[in-house]
């Protein structure tokens, strides 16, 4: 829903003259001659009115439309051809576009997909020290194919998701893999499950440790298991599903987290134990608080602590719509452990949303079959 504001603007109207001299009445004045009407009449009646409304419904209408539409992908196909400074921006318009519903069209198109892989696969091949422009460029091209519907862009995306070179290819490979479970979904799971790229790619981001000693937000490595997880509980699978049972017990929180998640979703056992860690706020991670380090550094530590819990309700919230997923794709789950720690989790102070979604989660689960929430 768009916001905005009428506008009281002061309108011109002509103030009626009375006449010069005084007339003296008479029955043939009682009924003025009729006339027909002036242009400026009918413009003051009806057209200015019009103009008016129109104006006011174009100022409606016009940025929802901008905002829904985000132009011809196409079009910034053709200028990522032409090298410019602000090449990433195209690449940016183009994965938004690509995320429209009106061009799902294009993203089965084999000939597009190719278009895209060449102008990854060209950057991929540049050699040097990345600027922050190009790293933009590279992430967004990897975004856009993540979105196609059509394997051709598929080797380009696993190229940029396994180049780990320099510390700027981090940034890049980040968005390759994030995109690379977009991707999964996109072409669906089960005819990637046995392809040896997909499975040494994620496998090998999921295995990467990171230095302990740094701080959270600089720990690349752990963020690169993170969406590793999320990836492996998007494809599925026996080598997924047990390699994600042992990221459960990884050193970082997220990482664990996405885990339990991805095996709910494929409706594995073994995610409730997590799930029910995840529920507890008693056990939630209060110091991993993952943002810039620039961030970190000039707030104070009450908002760090207002960051941190809106963190821990955004895990809780995850966990009770994981376990709905798992209860409905396994009717063997012991739900009893689980209403009662949402038993638990109600009588605490949480906030108003999540406390309707944990009410909505533990009416579902009391049913005899669950269902997937909303």
């Known amino acids: 829903m768009s916001d905005f504001a009428n506008s009281n603007e002061d309108v011109d109207a002509k103030k009626l003259e009375p006449p010069e001299g005084k007339q003296p009445f008479s029955p043939d004045d009682a009924l003025p001659e009729v006339k027909p009407p002036t242009s400026k009449f009918l413009m003051q009646l009806f057209i200015a009115p019009l103009l008016i409304v129109l104006g006011a419904v174009s100022f409606v209408l016009i940025p929802q439309f901008l905002a829904g539409w985000h132009g011809d992908p196409r079009t910034y196909v053709e200028e990522l051809q032409r090298p410019s400074d602000s090449a990433w921006q195209s690449a940016w318009n183009l994965a938004e576009a690509l995320h429209d519903r009106r061009n ?75 995109a690379l479970a977009e991707a999964i979904d996109n072409l669906g799971a089960k005819g990637l499950r046995d392809d040896p790229q997909v499975w040494e790619t994620l496998q090998a981001a999921s295995t990467v440790r990171s230095d302990s000693s740094l701080p959270f937000s600089q720990r690349y490595e752990d963020q ?23 990221l459960t017990s990884d050193s970082f929180s997220d990482v664990r987290y996405n885990a339990a998640t991805g ?27 993952v943002a810039p380090a620039d961030i970190l550094d000039t707030i104070s530590a009450d908002d760090l602590q207002i960051r941190q819990r809106v963190q821990q309700a955004s895990t809780m919230n995850n966990a009770i719509r994981a376990i709905v997923i798992l209860a409905h794709e396994n009717p063997q789950l012991d739900r009893a452990p689980v209403i009662q720690q949402l038993d638990a989790l109600l009588k605490t102070e949480i906030p108003l949303q999540l406390r309707e979604v944990a009410s909505e989660a533990k009416m579902v689960l009391e049913e005899p079959t669950g269902s997937p929430m909303k």
């Open 104 to 178: 799902e069209e294009l993203k089965t198109d084999p000939a597009f997909a190719m278009q895209l892989s060449h102008l990854l696969d060209e950057q991929l091949a540049e050699s040097g020290k990345l600027d922050e422009k190009e790293i933009w460029l590279r992430s967004f091209l990897c975004r856009a194919i993540g979105t196609l519907k059509t394997p051709e862009g598929l080797p380009a995306l696993l190229k940029a998701a396994n180049q780990d070179a320099t510390p700027e290819d981090q940034q890049v490979r980040l968005a390759a893999v994030e």
């Open 224 to 246: 690169l298991r993170s969406r590793a997880c999320f990836a492996l509980g998007v494809l599925g699978g026996d080598r997924a599903n047990n390699r994600l049972d042992e």
């Open 263 to 289: 095996l709910a979703r494929q409706g594995d056992l073994r995610a409730t134990p997590m799930l029910l860690e995840m529920l507890d706020p008693n056990k939630l991670p209060a110091k991993e608080l």
